[in-house]
């Protein structure tokens, strides 16, 4: 018999899918890019797991607000790098596709945690 996954299991999962989707398109990205755009991506990426992941263990609900926020903002960054990676043509409109509906899909998901903590 198959647990039910909560509301943070489901969200963790597709934020681990949008790492590993990201990472993977990245590599795809110019070589003379390695330290610019590239680095940047992939650190705006993974900090939307790590903020998610550190603020879902904290006990403190300003606290796991703030990581949440955090987490949130380095989607949003993580997004626009995607939107300008692909006017660059650094990668194919199937694979923007793919990854900016996943990471508009997290987005809704994270919001929408910001916005019922707001209003505890």
């Known amino acids: 018999m198959e647990a039910k996954q909560t509301f943070h299991t489901i969200l963790k999962g597709k934020i681990d899918e949008y790492c590993h989707l990201s990472y993977k398109i990245s590599r795809k990205f110019p070589r003379e890019e390695l330290y610019g755009i590239t680095s940047q991506f992939r650190r ?68 929408g945690m910001l916005q019922k903590m707001s209003q505890d």
């Open 44 to 111: 705006a990426v993974i900090s939307v797991a790590l903020n998610y992941i550190e603020g879902y263990a904290r006990m403190r609900s300003k606290v796991h607000k703030n990581f949440i926020e955090i987490s949130y903002g380095s989607l949003k960054e993580s997004l626009y790098l995607i939107e300008f990676t692909y006017k660059e043509n650094f990668i194919s409109e199937a694979e923007y596709l793919q990854v900016i509906t996943l990471g508009e899909e997290i987005s809704r998901m994270l919001w």
